[in-house]
């Protein structure tokens, strides 16, 4: 046990090491390890002074202060440590599977007040409403082993991005606009391909999926997805597709829009789905992890899209339409629309929607153990900063478990014992 502990340890140290690399300076070595050691030991808050507690606790005060100032004040990238965690952990990932799929996806973090960057009341995941919250946009390398965030950036409402004054405030650079979540995903696409990530299908929710635009984005990029789309969604039925332009009457421009009649029109993916005979869906099994062998009945047919097609003069290209419908549903619970090749079974299909599945197993973890939507701080770069920390912690652990044979989780990691009268700010005081 020792002697895997201290293996452990020292790749550990060697990662820290790789990190601070991308620093600037070598001072934040230092604080880039007590700051990965807070986040990966035990406790209930990873805010800046509880972990100082824990780390020093003879020096809490002066701890806090230099951990304060390197994620909050410091001007390292947070983008070039964020490549060098996943280039870390993908390292492990390929060696069991290649890379599945690329997982478009966002995390809300509640908030209280308006003054942290980017808190704006917008519909936030975690609680499943609209509420008081920030809201992070990730992309993520998958496989059937796991997973691991490549690309992290704060979505900046309209209500921030064009307010001079709390732009100032919380620090936001000139150069960041308002940009749809959508927008902020293929940047961030864009960016890890000029990296030589290797390529993999898009997998994003109905978030992204149900904007054409991004759609259309990633085939421009010769780029392959699978992603939700709403039952509203409208496509022609397999087999056909808009009218032809008008035919010409021989004076001036010849039409060269298409059509749709009373008679010819495209119809609802829910519609499309209920037309289907129960022959149409198949039982399909998939692996997901430690939740078991999980499976439902499915269908895919290939129909073309309908999205503003009356403005284009050639119909949108065939691609699959897969449904969920689950035994005994009065409807479906899902669809998706994919690019993938027409010889895709349906099997293949299914399994590259449902590795969806980690990403929200890994912002939990992120969350609840590592401590992504605890920090305090209300500017820009602390925000980008503790975030890419808590994905370097967590890309460390991802890293490890995915070894042939895996010590326990940061087994070597302790905490230091807590002063018997230390209280974090905040907390509630004791009778």
Same mark, same amino acid.
């Given at each position: ?72 004040? #410091?001007?390292?990238?947070? +983008? @070039? =440590?964020? $490549?060098?965690?996943?280039? *870390? %952990?993908? !390292?492990?990932? &390929? ?115 149900? #904007?054409?635009?991004?759609? +259309? @984005? =990633?085939? $421009?990029?010769?780029?392959? *997805? %699978?992603? !939700?789309?709403? &039952? ?200």
């Amino acid at each position: 046990m020792a002697h895997a502990d201290e293996s452990e340890s020292e790749r550990f140290a060697s990662y820290v090491e790789r990190l601070s690399a991308v620093l600037g300076h070598a001072d934040r070595r230092e604080p880039l390890r007590q700051y990965l050691t807070g986040l990966l030991l035990p406790g209930e808050r990873k805010s800046v002074e509880p972990m100082a507690a824990k780390i020093d606790p003879a020096h809490v005060q002066a701890r806090h202060q230099s951990l304060h100032h390197f994620v909050a004040n #410091a001007p390292w990238e947070a +983008e @070039a =440590l964020l $490549r060098v965690a996943s280039d *870390y %952990a993908l !390292a492990q990932l &390929e060696r069991h599977a290649p890379v599945a799929a690329w997982v478009v996806d966002d995390t809300g973090m509640p908030k209280q007040g308006r003054h942290s960057v980017g808190v704006a009341r917008q519909y936030c995941g975690v609680l499943g409403k609209q509420a008081n919250c920030q809201v992070a946009v990730s992309v993520s390398l998958v496989n059937e082993v796991l997973s691991v965030p490549c690309a992290y950036r704060l979505y900046l409402p309209e209500s921030w991005a064009h307010d001079a004054d709390r732009r100032a405030a919380a620090g936001v650079p000139p150069e960041v606009r308002f940009q749809k979540k959508w927008e902020i995903a293929l940047d961030a696409i864009d960016s890890l391909r000029a990296e030589g990530l290797p390529p993999a299908p898009v997998v994003a929710d109905a978030g992204y999926g149900v #904007a054409s635009e991004f759609r +259309e @984005a =990633l085939t $421009r990029r010769g780029l392959v *997805y %699978a992603v !939700a789309v709403t &039952e509203e969604t409208s496509v022609w039925p397999p087999g056909e597709q808009p009218l032809p332009p008008e035919p010409g009457s021989g004076r001036g421009r010849a039409p060269t829009r298409l059509r749709r009649t009373e008679e010819h029109h495209p119809v609802s993916v829910r519609e499309l789905a209920g037309a289907l005979p129960a022959e149409g869906y198949e039982t399909v099994r998939w692996r997901e992890g430690t939740r078991g062998r999980m499976a439902s009945r499915f269908a895919a047919v290939r129909v073309r899209p309908a999205h503003r097609d009356t403005l284009r003069s050639t119909p949108h290209p065939v691609e699959w339409l897969l449904i969920e419908w689950p035994a005994g549903q009065k409807k479906p619970s899902h669809y998706w629309l994919s690019t993938a090749a027409e010889s895709a079974a349906l099997e293949d299909l299914v399994r590259v929607v449902q590795v969806r599945w980690r990403i929200e197993r890994d912002f939990q973890e992120l969350k609840d153990e590592i401590g992504l939507d605890h920090y305090e701080g209300r500017g820009w770069r602390g925000f980008h900063h503790h975030g890419v920390l808590c994905i370097a912690a967590y890309a460390f652990l991802a890293a490890e478990r995915a070894r042939l044979s895996p010590p326990l989780p940061v087994s070597f990691l302790q905490p230091a014992p807590l002063p018997a009268a230390f209280q974090p700010r905040g907390a509630p005081s004791t009778p």
